[in-house]
């Protein structure tokens, strides 16, 4: 099992900066590979960055590209997701998690474990 607490969320202006990080525990977190997914009110889950175990391969949604960076740090357990240019349209909770099968995945239906989420509000 791995738990998974997001932690940086809240209220900025658009334009504004966030950093988003995923804390994990209950595995050896080297050996997972991590993404970041968001959910608006009304909305499906959606896909935002994946990052490989060692941080060699990222995959990004369009939407984000050009503004979001994911990052982790294997010492500290710690993934990341550094926010730019943030827009009304990022609002949502945000949700780290890890899938079952090592590997970059845009698909939520391939990630087995899940954060509790971490709100993130816009405000234009």
């Known amino acids: 099992q791995a738990q998974l607490v997001e932690s940086g969320g809240g209220l900025v202006q658009a334009g504004g900066s966030l950093r988003l990080s995923c804390a994990a525990s209950?595995?050896?977190?080297?050996?997972?590979?991590m993404g970041w997914f968001r959910q608006a009110p009304g909305k499906e889950r959606e896909f935002v960055a994946a990052?490989?175990?060692?941080?060699?391969?990222?995959l990004y949604a369009d939407s984000v590209k050009g503004r979001f960076t994911i990052s982790r740090d294997n010492a500290k357990n710690t993934l990341y997701l550094q926010m730019n240019a943030l827009k009304p349209e990022d609002t949502a909770v945000y949700y780290c998690?890890?899938?079952?099968?090592?590997?970059?995945?845009?698909?939520?239906?391939?990630?087995?474990?899940w954060g509790q989420g971490t709100q993130v509000t816009v405000s234009s």
């Open positions: 209950g595995r050896t977190f080297s050996n997972l590979s």
């Open positions: 998690a890890s899938p079952a099968i090592t590997g970059v995945y845009v698909s939520p239906n391939m990630y087995k474990y």
């Open positions: 990052i490989g175990r060692s941080a060699g391969t990222t």
